[in-house]
């Protein structure tokens, strides 16, 4: 039996992290991390594999940063873990005993059994297995109509590519909009709207019957008997926590199946920690769970793991996942962080929005030059920042980063119209209309647009 300080299960993005942040912030302790796949893809990056990539090799993250900091990599399969004795067990005989374990075990595709020919051959979940990814890729070449179920950011972004190598492209969602969980419908439109002035075929408000084909596929039945014609099906409808080694060991699980943790990523057993994927997420304004899937959700996660997992030294460091996304489609960037007017309505907040709308560089006549339209939502009676979205050109999702910070720091309307910025025409918009200080003071306006004449002098 070997022994380390810290065992990590899981190799991707959380697991990675974990295993860096803990050698920094306890030094020469002995760590290791045990995955079960030869190489690790970049996850967001798997829809520009089909076609910008055209290269699983082309999205692997490397090891050196690991191996470099001197944490062991086992390339194997944790089959059992036994809390009592502090061990796991791996496919290949070897034990493996503890002191701390963090699982990053991350997360599965939903396979949609209960959709008649989901097994069909050419139909394709999203598995983030490099050698299966490989075999999509080879096969591609020979399909012409794909269909893509759910509209979600990965659908959405394998319609981009699988339309920029040539492909007849129809993406089908059961939602009325496409990525609606994270924009309002006034940012979904001009999303769908790009879509089909490429050539995407997009059916919202439409649910998948059954997928027809005698072995392989030949299309897709949608509500009311329409068959769209297919010969490839991706399915990307969502992921679900992969727990099933943790929930075999007594560790406890959501009704989602995620793990559930505290603020600190502590599960029910103390010396097991749980982070990315497979754990549970907290909205930040309600506490409620919330099935926000994402790398950067797992990153922060992890560097609280890491430095936390012997003795907790951030305090209170996790209030709750913000939910911030981003993603480029046909050239332009979306990107959104917080609640959406829609579900701040639907949670009972009272509200005041600000729009703006100006270029991201001055003066506008300069090349290569996009649009900002931005958008933020704040209580109205704190003047708290409740969420954002924005369309532009790169630097759409540096803004809403910055906006993601403004939410935890819970700042308001007034903080955000006049907070300082460095400008320059090249890189930025103007001073005089900087998008987030505008908007920020569009809702201010809005909300006090009532003026006493009394008061005039």
């Known amino acids: 039996m070997k022994k380390t300080d810290l065992l990590i299960v899981g190799g991707s993005a959380g697991g990675i992290l974990a295993a860096s942040t803990a050698r920094q912030a306890y030094g020469d302790i002995d760590i290791t991390v045990v995955r079960d796949v030869e190489k690790v893809l970049v996850p967001c990056g798997i829809p520009y594999i089909f076609g910008t990539l055209h290269s699983t090799d082309k999205n692997i993250i490397p090891d ?74 080879e096969k591609m070449d020979g399909f012409n109509d794909v269909v893509v179920i759910g509209g979600g950011f990965i659908g959405v972004e394998f319609s981009e590519q699988m339309k920029k190598v040539g492909k007849n492209v129809t993406i089908v969602e059961m939602m009325d909009t496409c990525v609606g969980t994270a ?39 949608v509500d009311g008997g329409e068959i769209i014609p297919a010969d490839m099906v991706i399915m990307s409808i969502g992921v679900k926590p992969n ?79 913000i939910s911030s ?62 969420g954002a979205q924005v369309i532009g050109g790169d630097s759409a999702c540096e803004i809403i980063n910055v906006l993601s910070m403004a939410i935890q720091k819970g700042m308001t309307a007034t903080e955000l119209n006049t907070f300082q910025v460095a400008t320059h025409p090249l890189v930025s918009a103007s001073p005089i209309a900087y998008p987030i200080n505008a908007a920020a003071m569009s809702a201010l306006s809005s909300n006090c647009s009532h003026l006493n004449e009394d008061l005039i002098i």
């Open 183 to 221: 924009f309002d419908k006034e940012f979904t439109d001009v999303l769908e709207e790009s879509m089909r002035e490429n050539g995407i075929n997009i059916r919202t408000g439409t649910k998948v019957e059954k997928i027809v084909g005698e072995t392989k596929v030949t299309g897709v039945m």
């Open 64 to 137: 050196a940063g690991i191996l470099n900091a001197g944490i062991n990599l086992v390339i194997d399969k944790v089959t059992e873990i036994d809390r009592e004795a502090k061990t796991v067990k791996l496919r290949d005989g070897e034990d493996y005993q503890y002191k701390k374990l963090i699982l990053a075990t991350g997360s599965l595709p939903v396979i949609p059994k209960f959709i008649p020919g989901y097994d069909l051959e050419n139909v394709f979940p999203i598995l983030k297995d490099k050698a299966y990814l490989d075999n999509v890729l």
């Open 325 to 386: 996304f981003a993603t480029k489609v046909f050239g332009k960037t979306y990107a959104a962080a917080g609640l959406t007017e829609k579900s701040t309505i639907e949670e009972g907040f009272i509200t005041m929005v600000g729009r703006f709308e100006t270029m991201d560089r001055h003066p506008g006549t300069l090349p290569d030059v996009s649009k900002i339209k931005i958008k933020i939502i704040f209580s109205k009676c704190s003047g708290v920042i409740l």
């Open 243 to 321: 727990t099933e080694i943790g929930k075999a060991a007594g560790i406890k699980v959501n009704e989602r199946g995620a793990f559930v943790v505290d603020q600190y990523t502590r599960t029910n057993d103390p010396n097991v920690f749980a982070v990315g994927d497979c754990s549970e997420k907290k909205c930040f304004f309600t506490g409620k769970d919330i099935p926000v899937l994402l790398a950067s959700t797992a990153a922060m996660e992890a560097k609280i793991a890491g430095c936390n997992v012997f003795q907790l030294r951030l305090v209170r460091a996790n209030k709750g996942t």
